[in-house]
């Protein structure tokens, strides 16, 4: 057999594994067989071969590496593996509550401290709000400035 032959099979065979680590969640396991393929390949290069083959070798395999886990990236974005399906508005997925949307510039008072979050009383309910990043003292009077996904954004008033 050609020095060659055992080299490059080490090469192909770590190149199948990091695909398959791609593909399967192993906890890193699969990487660790492909490097050990991989270093095992270059050695074997470096020891039957010669020095010139395994920086051959050892180039090609770092230029490979980044192109693989593009490659690897893509077929699994194709694959039946990944969710191909879009969540939107108009299938009927609703990220936020509607009904928070009604408090908006209503006015309340903060049941607990606020820093930056905590639990206010607004149109007799008790609520989770938050504040753009202002203390805020329990037992002030706060109104609502906005929302934001599943938050209820206030702010110190005056009143």
Known sequence: MKPYILPILFQVIGILVVFAEIFIPSFGLLAAIALSAFFY????????????????????DIAMAPFLIVFGMKMLARSSLSLKRE?????????????????????????????????????????????????????????????????????????
Request: hydrophobic share 40%; no cysteine.
């Open 41 to 60: 390949s270059l050695y074997l290069v470096f020891t039957t071969l010669s020095t010139t083959a395994g920086m051959i070798f050892t180039v090609l």
């Open 87 to 159: 969540l939107s508005k108009n299938d009927g997925v609703v990220s936020q509550r509607q009904e928070l949307e009604t408090y908006l510039h209503m006015k309340g008072k903060s049941v607990t401290d606020l820093r930056p979050s905590g639990m206010a009383q607004i149109n007799s309910q008790r609520l989770d709000v938050v504040t753009d990043g202002e203390y805020i003292d329990a037992d002030t009077p706060i109104v609502v400035t906005g929302v934001k996904g599943n938050q209820i954004i206030v702010e110190k008033t005056l009143i």
